[in-house]
């Protein structure tokens, strides 16, 4: 035997003897709801972080950060671009046009956002040179009329590098023939394949040759900005307006994006409420157990006080007894939760290939993404280490005040 006896008598109580064995059943089971409500939380938290870093990574990675436009064409963007990268809070700026169009192949026809870029200077604010998987973004060159498209646009026209794509855009010219929309022939030099909604969306060609689609010529319609913190955009456009002339304006990502990323923001914290409220019920099932070891040890608990044993001790019987199942399903659930966290991405694309049903084609990414976050696990172990501590108090004071006399007298 070991010292301290409260201790010693209560972890001997959490093992099952052949009449106590519905009691530990009732212990083990509260372990296991404890045990799978934790490790549901760490990974529903863990999804909803890998949907929050995918939508700052890639989304937020393609799309324009924060931008600066002008009511007319800028034709001396380049010194725009030199202003806004001595401005704090900027890490790079690039020229960029844009213009809606659809692109035509082999009878098929994609809606899609077309943009203009300059290939040197879109490597310093966007990823896509990082996602290309065929040709690369050097191959937009001016007066060439060549194209770069998203993996699943180009699925969906079926083409390829070298083939040639049709883009119509929506405003027509007058001819003989009478209204017509204007068309312009493009040559694919290159193909991205980001893993996520944009892959079927965006397309980019150089800033010239949208200058010549969009009969501006060689000027652009604004500056895209990368900034170095994603929350401080609006901030940082402000900066900028402030130095510039009134026909000027701004718009950042919280405008085209943040809906979405408040949105998972608020989902997060609807998720996290609802999944802690069941690790609450898992924890207090610990309560029920309790009591009924409770009851059933009356007549030890009797015994031990006529031996000298005061209700404090009989209270730290209990206290250890519930703090051992509450200790052991905390510890099994990080150890779940940890595991589904970091191996549920492969179990749902192993699911989408089993059951050939794709799963994420309505979300902006088309798989499950899935980032464990340390700082989650840590606070989620200690809200249910706490909450079936919390639980063990009640049972444990009943113990303490029951009567050696009363709980004898019918033995």
């Known amino acids: ?154 699925s969906s026209l079926g083409v390829q590098v070298g083939d040639p794509v049709t883009l119509v855009l929506p405003e027509a010219t007058l001819s003989a023939a009478g209204v017509i929309p204007r068309f312009k022939r493009f040559t694919v030099t290159g193909i991205f394949k980001v893993g996520a909604e944009v892959d079927g969306l965006l397309a980019y060609v150089h800033y010239a040759d949208a200058g010549r689609m969009l009969r501006i010529g060689n000027k652009v319609q604004g500056v895209r900005l990368k900034v170095d913190d994603l929350f401080q955009a609006r901030a940082v456009n402000e900066r900028l307006l402030s130095r510039l002339p009134p026909f000027f304006y701004a718009s950042d990502w919280t405008q085209t994006q943040g809906n979405l990323f408040n949105a998972i923001k608020m989902e997060k914290a609807m998720m996290s409420l609802l999944l802690l409220l069941i690790v609450a019920v898992a924890a207090f099932n610990i309560v029920s157990s309790l009591v009924m070891v409770v009851n059933d040890k009356k007549s030890d608990i009797a015994i031990l006080r006529t031996l000298g044993a005061t209700p404090g001790m009989i209270q730290r019987v209990f206290l250890v007894q519930g703090t051992a199942v509450g200790f052991g399903g905390t510890i099994a659930g990080v150890a779940l939760g940890v595991l589904l966290s970091l191996t549920v991405s492969d179990l749902a694309s192993f699911y989408e290939r089993l059951s050939g049903v794709h799963l994420f084609d309505a979300y902006f990414v088309n798989y499950l993404p899935s980032h464990l976050d340390w700082g989650d696990v840590l606070w989620v172990s200690l809200t249910a280490f706490g909450l079936s501590f919390l639980a063990t108090i009640y049972p444990a004071r009943q113990a303490g005040r029951i009567q050696p006399a009363e709980a004898l007298r019918y033995e």
Do not use: C, H
Not at 58 to 84: F, K, S, Y
């Open 1 to 154: 035997m070991f010292k301290p006896l409260s201790v010693f008598i209560g972890l001997r109580y959490t093992r099952a003897r052949r009449r106590e064995r519905f009691i530990s059943f009732m212990s083990l089971s509260s372990m296991i709801g404890l045990m799978l409500g934790v490790a549901v939380l760490i990974t529903v938290l863990s999804v909803m972080n890998g949907f929050d870093r995918e939508l700052k990574q890639r989304i937020l990675g393609m799309v324009p950060q924060a931008t600066l436009t002008a009511t007319e064409p800028m034709q001396n963007w380049q010194q725009l671009i030199a202003l806004a990268e001595k401005t704090p809070g900027v890490a790079a700026a690039a020229p960029m046009s844009q213009v809606q169009g659809m692109l035509t192949a082999n009878g098929q026809v994609n809606g899609a956002m077309i943009t203009g870029i300059d290939p040197a200077l879109e490597k310093k604010v966007s990823i896509l040179p990082q996602f290309m998987v065929e040709g690369t973004m050097d191959s937009l060159r001016d007066g060439e009329f060549g194209i770069v498209l998203g993996r699943q646009l180009a």
